[in-house]
């Protein structure tokens, strides 16, 4: 008599299922992204002062707490779209794209701004240096 063994063959789905970044840990990290950003601006633009840089647009300077203060409101709005945009199938990719063309687009004004070419090449500047502090550190919480 011969014994004939089955072998079933068992199936793992090992679909990695998506992950929706927390928004807490999202915030915290924009949050001291942010404040990290308004700092750096801030210096920036103080830095330009002290070479000689105005940061007059249209004859009015813009105070160097000013940069803080717009760097902060418009990292904040950030947050509110890295918080729509972890619901997204790819966020950090579609975070990188939308930050990224948003802060290009963030150029316009300061082309167009009535103000020196050094004054432009400083707002552009602070522009950069916050995106470039900002859009890393939110984008490594974003699954």
Request: aromatic share 2%; hydrophobic share 60%; proline share 4%.
């Amino acid at each position: 008599m011969s014994t004939t063994t089955a072998h079933t063959a068992t199936t793992t789905d090992t679909t990695a299922a998506t992950t929706t970044p927390g928004a807490g840990s999202v915030l915290l990290a924009g949050a001291a992204a942010t404040v990290a950003a308004s700092v750096a601006t801030a210096a920036v633009a103080a830095a330009g002062q002290a070479v000689g840089i105005s940061t007059a647009v249209a004859g009015m300077p813009i105070p160097t707490s000013g940069f803080a203060v717009l760097t902060a409101m418009f990292s904040v709005l950030g947050l509110v779209i890295a918080l729509v945009l972890r619901r997204t199938r790819a966020p950090r990719t579609a975070w990188i794209r939308t930050t990224v063309a948003l802060t290009v687009l963030s150029f316009v004004p300061d082309v167009l701004a009535d103000a020196t070419v050094a004054t432009k090449a400083l707002l552009i500047l602070t522009h950069i240096v916050a995106a470039a502090i900002v859009i890393p550190a939110v984008a490594r919480r974003m699954a």
